[in-house]
């Protein structure tokens, strides 16, 4: 059985990098988190996927834009008032299905570090 790589958000100096992404939501996350009126946060791109308990999903930016929840200083506006109305897909991160999301690499600083220094050691073999 392969080990899971564990990865420690709360200790990351760049939290907010996986968000430069957005994230998607599912619909009626999307519902609850839109009632707390947070200035600037939006919602786009309503998609139909049967992976999202509600069968829809939604995004919280428009392509490859920052998350509409992103504050200037890095931080996530819904967690900054209600923590538990962060959506799961934003909680769970890095992971997907209890899997490595398919854009680790790209998104999580920590991941990157590590294959940076998995590289350079192959490099120098």
């Known amino acids: 059985m392969k080990k899971k790589p564990v990865i420690k958000c ?24 839109l009632k707390l009126g947070i200035k600037g946060g939006e919602f786009y791109q309503l998609e139909e996927d049967k992976n999202f308990p509600s069968g829809y999903r939604i995004g919280t930016s428009v392509n490859d834009n920052p998350c509409t929840f992103l504050t200037p200083k890095g931080l996530c506006s819904i967690h900054t008032i209600d923590y538990n109305l962060k959506p799961v897909h934003c909680i769970e991160f890095p ?5 490595l999301a398919p854009f680790v690499e790209y998104l999580c ?12 050691q192959v490099a120098f073999r």
Not at 10 to 33: N, R
Not at 109 to 120: D, F, G, N, W, Y
């Open 10 to 33: 709360d200790e990351c100096k760049s939290q907010h990098e996986c968000c430069l992404t957005g994230a998607w939501v599912d619909l009626e996350e999307a519902k609850k988190i």
């Open 95 to 99: 992971y997907e299905n209890g899997e």
């Open 109 to 120: 600083v920590a991941v990157k570090s590590k294959r940076k220094k998995k590289e350079a």
